[in-house]
Structures are given as C-alpha cells and as structure tokens.
Nanobody, 124 residues
C-alpha cells in the first residue's frame, strides 16, 4: 500500500525559500516516478513538478520553472521540492504522489498515495 507523508511547509515572506520532503513507505520507492502537486483554497489540484524513478528526468509546471527543483533520494525513500524566490501565488497545500506509469506527469489521476499535504503560505 502506497503511503506518503509530506513535511516542511510553513509561513515565509515573498522571496524566501522552503524545502519540502515526502517520505514513502509500503511500496518499492525506486520503481515509481514521483510528483508534487498543490491545491489552493477553492481551486483544483495542480501539477507542480515530477521526477522519474532514477532522478535523471524532471518536469515542471511553467509557473515554477527556474524557481523550484525536485529531487529524490531512493535510499532514503524520499522526494524533495526545493522552492526558491517564493511568491504569494505559491500559497497552497502541497501534496506528493506516486506514479507507477512513469508518464503523464501532469495528470493527478495517475498518482496514488496522496498524503495529508503540507501548508505553504507566502506573505507579501
């Protein structure tokens, strides 16, 4: 059973940085691509970043390109999201998901194991 726990969120001023972590259990982590999504109040869950099983290929939504970096440590069963130059519009609950297909990174329907999420709030 895919289980994921997100952490690292918080309150930060615009221009600041945060590093989110997502720790996995219950499945062979290195066999799965991973992704980060975010959901603002009243909005749908949107793709932020994805990474293949090896960590060699990464994918980003346009609003975060050049500011966010996704990475993974398979030995630690953890995927990270480094967020720099944060903006108020980045405020959302951030979720990670496991992608067994290793494709269609932007489609939330191919992911499983959504955790409780971690709140990121960016003040202006």
């Amino acid at each position: 059973q895919v289980q994921l726990v997100e952490s690292g969120g918080g309150l930060v001023q615009a221009g600041g940085s945060l590093r989110l972590s997502c720790t996995a259990s219950g499945f062979v982590f290195s066999n799965y691509a991973m992704g980060w999504f975010r959901q603002a109040p009243g909005k749908e869950r949107k793709f932020v970043a994805g990474i293949d099983w090896s960590g060699m290929s990464t994918y980003y939504a346009d609003p975060v390109k050049g500011r966010f970096t996704i990475s993974r440590a398979n030995a630690e069963k953890t995927v990270y999201l480094q967020m720099n130059n944060l903006k108020p519009e980045d405020t959302a609950v951030y979720y990670c998901g496991a992608n067994r297909r290793g494709s269609h990174y932007g489609n939330a329907d191919v992911y499983s194991g959504w955790g409780q999420g971690t709140q990121v709030t960016v003040s202006s």
